[in-house]
């Protein structure tokens, strides 16, 4: 005998296994059915009035960490702090901006107190002060109420941003004389077997030349210090390091010469472009670079270092794009070829934030092919030498990765 209410819940307590498993197969079928029917009355309510179906769905709208973000409310622009360098310059322009008017709304009223003009002249002037602080006050205003990006985790990185101190800390990475082109050696731990992996990433960097390390017990175990000092002897820029770890890649070092900062990333799903499904083959061509969601000190002190591993200049017949999207202090590494293409008839038109349709690309699409390879990187430590050895002082460690950096799932260090 089924129920025709919900059952209580001493009758899903029954003794016999069997009329226990019947009684609760009832009721999730009851259970069913209500929410069924207020599915169904909830569709016929809101078909008669689209306001309720549009408040409910931004009511359930869901939320992500990294809107959840927290950020550390300090005026401080230093390596270790989390705080978002576009906001601080922001609230850095509006109080310069307050303290500037200030003083001239001081004058004015000193002014308008010692004397009354009345030349058509100072009436004139008076009603451009005016325009003009208008101006200045609708543009605060829309400032303040600019809201943030729809899909924040996509917005690409600006190097303007970087701090005074950070340019002063790391000379030989922000500096204004232009920088060389990049020229790269990538070598191994001793004894390795990644030979295969370390051609992968000479296909990856431009201008870069594999060297393998040997751990004979006959030859001379050369360290990274000496590697290093070979390298900027022959005009190398970088050295790049490829640790392992059971045949596998588990870190990367990254040594900007001739004296540093050093890198240390580890490495994580890593996956070679012919096990992917429907995948292309690079050419030697230079790739456009992307660095999305870098936006601490921290991270543009990243972004920065990839920047250099990269000529400025290139190569668009060639349509690669390297990517190196941060999310939640993971950078996932991808690299595409694109092309542009006309518009299927099942596919809808490309619409911006608001959901409007953008001119001049309704017939216009672009396709991707991933050529491979696949991997993520985070960033365990930063030294300000070559190596922890080679770096000396109180702050040879600028930065390094701690375990309980990670207890507040909502705080992030790039």
């Not at 092309?339 to 690309?361: C, I, M, N, Y």
Request: proline share 6%.
């Amino acid at each position: 005998m089924g129920f025709t209410t919900k059952p209580p819940v001493q009758a899903l307590k029954a003794a016999n296994k069997l009329k226990r498993q019947e009684l609760f197969v009832q009721h999730k079928r009851h259970a069913d059915k209500e929410r069924r029917d207020a599915r169904f009355a909830r569709k016929k309510e809101e078909n008669k009035n689209p306001e309720l179906k549009a408040a409910r769905l931004a009511k359930n709208k869901a939320v992500t960490l990294d809107q959840k973000r927290v950020w550390d409310d300090v005026d401080d622009d230093s390596l270790g702090v989390q705080v978002d360098l576009e906001r601080l310059k922001r609230r850095r322009m509006e109080e310069a901006e307050a303290e500037a008017q200030a003083p001239l709304d001081g004058e004015d009223e000193e002014q308008e107190d010692d004397d009354d003009h009345d030349s058509m002249l100072d009436s004139d002037e008076e009603g451009d002060d005016e325009a003009e602080e208008a101006a200045m006050e609708r543009q605060r205003e829309k400032r303040a109420q600019r809201a943030d990006s729809t899909a924040p985790s996509m917005t690409s990185t600006n190097l303007d941003l970087t701090p005074t101190s950070l340019a002063l800390k790391f000379p030989t990475l922000f500096t204004d004389v232009p920088p060389p082109t990049p020229k790269i050696l990538i070598t191994t731990s001793l004894n390795s077997t990644l030979h295969r992996e370390a051609n992968i990433l000479c296909s990856i960097f431009p201008n870069s030349t594999y060297i393998p390390r040997s751990g004979h017990k006959y030859s001379y175990k050369y360290s990274l210090r000496e590697i290093c000092k070979f390298s900027a002897n022959r005009d190398y820029t970088a050295v790049v390091l490829v640790k392992e770890d059971q045949k596998k890649p588990t870190g990367i070092s990254v040594v900007h010469l001739p004296s540093g900062p050093t890198f240390h990333f580890s490495i994580s799903n890593w996956i070679e472009g012919k096990y992917l499904p429907g995948h292309g083959n690079p050419t030697n061509h230079y790739p456009e670079l992307l660095l999305n969601n870098f936006k601490t000190p921290l991270g543009l002190l990243t972004a920065k270092l990839f920047q250099t591993l990269f000529p400025p200049s290139p190569e668009f017949q060639g349509r690669q794009v390297l990517t190196l999207h941060n999310q939640r202090d993971y950078i996932f590494v991808r690299r595409h070829r694109y092309v542009f293409r006309d518009k299927r008839q099942t596919e809808k038109s490309v619409t911006d934030a608001e959901g409007t349709g953008l001119a001049g690309v309704e017939e216009v699409r672009a396709g991707l092919q991933e050529l491979g390879p696949r991997f993520t990187l985070k960033l365990r430590r930063v030294d300000k030498g070559i190596g922890r050895a080679g770096s000396e002082g109180d702050d040879a460690t600028q930065w390094e990765w701690k375990s309980k950096m990670e207890k507040d799932r909502k705080r992030f260090n790039l």
